[in-house]
């Protein structure tokens, strides 16, 4: 079965910073990867999908941006940080027929 | 406008008592999943249904999904200070759509 590894596990940026978060997963080859934010105790909103290298799509937009440079690397990122851009982001990988979710253990990310 | 709309938004129950909670939507549905999230974690799925009907049991949890695949619930019985958490309903009809959950929490 799958593995999936975030990191960092918490963050604390200033508004302006640039940001990256990786994620990468074990145990499966050619995954369909997602990004999605939560806010405090609520659902999940997905940000980004990708079905292979170089495929990104985007669900809303946004200050951020996502890329896959490898099979099982998906990094988020953003040029500039707003304050809203605080929560928590977990990545996802997608399995089965009704696209199972296994997610990984989430980055909590607050910009001051 | 939420996809999904999931009740109550808080239940909080005492150990040994019996909870519901529920999933509702006007889309129809192939397939219907539960999710539980703790604390500063993620979410970990805990059943898929698929079918109109029909009933699926983890333990003390019963999963129900809907004749018209439109709605689903979750029945924990005897709940425990463990089956506390986040409990997220998720489906898809062009993408898989979140709820927005309901947060249990069960007093020992």
């Known amino acids: 079965s799958q593995t999936i590894h975030q990191w960092p596990a918490t963050l604390v940026q200033p508004v302006g910073s640039p940001l990256s978060l990786e994620c990468t997963v074990e145990?499966?080859?050619?995954?369909?990867l997602y990004w999605y934010r939560q806010a405090a105790g609520r659902g999940l909103q997905l940000l980004f999908y990708?079905?292979?290298?170089?495929?990104i799509s985007s669900e809303v937009p946004q200050n951020l941006s996502a890329s896959r440079p490898q099979d099982r690397q998906f990094i988020l990122s953003s040029k500039k940080l707003l304050l809203s851009d605080s929560g928590f982001y977990l990545c996802?990988?997608?399995?089965?027929?009704?696209?199972?979710?296994?997610f990984g253990p989430g980055t909590r990310l607050t910009v001051l | 406008t939420q996809l999904l709309e999931q009740s109550p938004q808080f239940l909080s129950i005492q150990e040994g008592e019996n909870l519901t909670v529920y999933c509702n939507s006007s889309?129809?549905?192939?397939?219907l999943q539960w999710y539980r999230q703790e604390p500063g974690e993620g979410p970990v799925l805990l059943v898929t249904?698929?079918?109109?009907?029909e009933v699926k049991k983890l333990k003390r949890l019963t999963f129900q999904f809907g004749d018209a695949r439109k709605d689903s619930s979750l029945h924990i019985t005897a709940a425990q200070p463990g089956d506390t958490g986040l409990y997220l309903c998720?489906?898809?009809?062009?993408?898989?759509?979140f709820g927005a959950g309901t947060t249990v929490t069960v007093r020992a």
């Open positions: 889309s129809v549905f192939s397939s």
């Open positions: 996802a990988c997608g399995a089965g027929v009704y696209n199972e979710q296994f």
């Open positions: 990708s079905v292979g290298i170089g495929q």
């Open positions: 998720a489906g898809e009809v062009y993408k898989l759509s």
């Open positions: 249904v698929v079918t109109g009907g």
């Open positions: 145990g499966t080859s050619n995954p369909n």
